[in-house]
């Protein structure tokens, strides 16, 4: 069973338009990571923020975390056609490995 | 750099044959791990090794499935008597990380993954 739940879970904007994401989950963490999947291919990390972090940038992404509500959001600026893809947070507990995914959700960037 | 590589990238099986899939991670990397990722869902775990111990075990669905790293490097998920609810992308992925290690990073690099149909 998948711990995160992403919202929206389809998202459809215009070219240059911000795009954000939220994940929330359930459990204590270490770690919450946002990745990309495009259509048929592999999972490709974005950007990772601890639990002691509540901000993070990288180019274009931004990420926040608020352990208080067990939620995080993905804001990508400026948005491009090749930003189509699907995002997934995924996270990881305390002195365990694996990371627990939400179900994604499908952003569509429209030219 | 190599990223981690899988093959092959698509298999078809029929019904009660079995597969193998194989996951090369990238040299060096301690952790594997191996998720299933049906379609329109996220992926979810099935099982991590560190070097060739398997430490966790608990996402494999049936023991059907089977996985194993003997050198610590490849990996094989074997999944034998496939049945049409085994179809699946299978994504493997790699992280430096240690268990227990004061390093919380667990950033895992993921391959492009193996889509299993079985008739």
């Known amino acids: 069973s998948q711990q995160g739940e992403e919202d929206p879970q389809a998202l459809s904007i215009q070219e240059g338009e911000n795009a954000t994401m939220n994940c929330s989950y359930k459990?204590?963490?270490?770690?919450l990571q946002w990745y990309r999947q495009n259509s048929g291919r592999g999972l490709v990390h974005l950007i990772l923020?601890?639990?002691?972090?509540r901000e993070k940038h990288s180019g274009r992404l931004r990420v926040t975390l608020d352990t208080s509500k067990k939620s995080s959001s993905l804001l990508i600026t400026a948005s491009r056609a090749a930003d189509t893809a699907s995002y997934f947070c995924a996270t990881d507990r305390p002195g365990a490995q694996k990371l627990v995914f939400g179900q994604g959700t499908r952003l569509t960037i429209n030219p | 750099g190599a990223g981690v590589s899988q093959s092959p990238r698509y298999k078809v099986a029929k019904r009660g044959q079995d597969v193998a899939l194989r996951c090369d991670p990238i040299s060096g990397h301690v952790s594997l791990f191996w998720y299933q990722q049906a379609l329109g869902q996220g992926p979810e775990f099935l099982t991590y090794?560190?070097?060739?111990?398997?430490?966790?075990k608990s996402g494999l669905p049936s023991d059907r499935f089977f996985a194993e790293r003997p050198e610590g490097s490849v990996s094989t998920l074997k999944i034998q008597r496939t049945q049409q609810e085994d179809s699946a992308v299978y994504l493997c992925?790699?992280?430096?990380?240690?268990?227990?290690?004061?390093?919380?990073?667990?950033?895992?690099?993921f391959g492009p993954g193996t889509r299993l149909t079985v008739l």
């Open positions: 992925a790699s992280s430096v990380r240690l268990a227990g290690s004061l390093r919380s990073y667990n950033e895992q690099f």
């Open positions: 459990t204590s963490i270490n770690n």
């Open positions: 923020i601890r639990s002691n972090e």
């Open positions: 090794f560190q070097n060739e111990a398997q430490l966790d």
